[in-house]
């Protein structure tokens, strides 16, 4: 059974995180990388630009269709995670899924995303939770840490392999440089009406 950190009703804080220790297996993760391994890797680009910005961002990625009957019983249980975890801490209102999961490769000798929104002008305004999938073991890559900013100090968050990270999409975040080998993960966003 997967370990998570579960908050009291009265400390919600909607500018926190929240996340499950070992929310996928071995055997999983070992699913989830032969998959990706059929995917061509594109260099990524940022929200509404025509090509990359090796500068902001550098890293390698395909999606994980939804349509895409190989992919069905991990979308169910991202969803499953994180219609738990926003009971246990934020309680949006969620109800959509807009967009597939992204399979990123961040290779050693600089791969990294800088700071960052998932939200903003311009982009799907309806994302309210992203979830990061922590598909590498730490012990096979140096630097890519997950960072959120919590006021004024960014706070790196648990790289443990198989662990499920979930924070608001407004949280500003990066992924550090990987100095050494390479750093996996997926993303996706879940949403809902507008905030109000």
Do not use: C
């Amino acid at each position: 059974m997967d370990k998570r950190i579960i908050f009291p009703q009265e400390e919600r804080d909607v500018s926190n995180w929240y996340w499950y220790k070992s929310a996928f297996n071995f055997d999983e993760i070992q699913k989830i990388d032969e998959s990706a391994s059929k995917l061509e890797l594109k260099e990524a680009v940022t929200y509404g630009a025509d090509k990359p910005n090796l500068g902001h961002r550098d890293s390698k990625i395909s999606w994980l269709h939804q349509e895409n009957s190989e992919f069905s019983w991990l979308y169910d249980k991202l969803i499953d995670l994180s219609v738990r975890a926003n009971k246990d801490l934020w309680n949006f209102d969620l109800n959509s899924i807009n967009e597939s999961i992204q399979y990123t490769k961040y290779l050693g000798g600089g791969g990294h995303f800088g700071w960052h929104l998932d939200v903003g002008p311009g982009m799907t305004s309806k994302r309210k939770l992203s979830i990061v999938v922590q598909l590498s073991d730490p012990v096979e890559y140096e630097g890519g840490t997950l960072q959120v900013m919590k006021g004024s100090n960014p706070q790196d968050l648990p790289k443990d392999r198989g662990s499920v990270i979930l924070f608001p999409s407004y949280i500003l975040h990066r992924v550090t440089p990987v100095i050494s080998g390479t750093r996996k993960s997926l993303v996706l966003w879940v949403g809902g009406n507008h905030f109000r």
